[in-house]
């Protein structure tokens, strides 16, 4: 998995796809993509364990939320592919990101990736 961009505040972009959001919340993107370097699909959307960790270790999960400007990833990914996708996460304004998390797996693991995201 790589993460390839995080807008923060995306709410430009929700408005203009034709989604408004409640009075006190942000919107945030998140770019990822998978390369399927094994000899199976990976039979799930590759953002179905990507969360946002707030400064205060909360996690934040993705909303149901879609654009077709940013489509969201497909629901597999085919050996020797890369599938990239935009998930979109609904929050309250206030709150401080601090990384963006993505296990293959409900339960991090081994295989389990952190960015860190906090403006240096």
């Known amino acids: 998995m790589l ?11 929700l408005s203009a796809a034709g989604h408004q959001l409640s ?9 990822t993509e998978l390369t399927n370097r094994g000899p199976t699909a990976f039979t799930a959307p590759p ?3 990507l969360v946002l960790v707030t400064t205060e270790g909360t996690t934040v999960s993705k909303s149901s939320v879609s654009m077709s400007s940013r ?3 497909g629901p597999t990914v085919s050996p020797g592919e890369t599938g ?21 797996t409900p339960e991090p693991g081994p295989h389990s ?6 403006d240096s």
């Open 3 to 13: 993460l390839v961009e995080v807008v923060d505040p995306a709410d430009f972009l």
């Open 47 to 49: 953002d179905r364990h």
């Open 84 to 104: 990239g996708g935009h998930t979109v996460f609904v929050l309250p304004e206030e709150t401080e990101l601090s990384t963006v998390e993505w296990s293959p």
């Open 23 to 31: 009075e006190g919340q942000r919107a945030v993107v998140v770019h």
């Open 71 to 73: 489509p969201p990833h």
């Open 113 to 118: 990736l952190v960015w860190d995201i906090t």
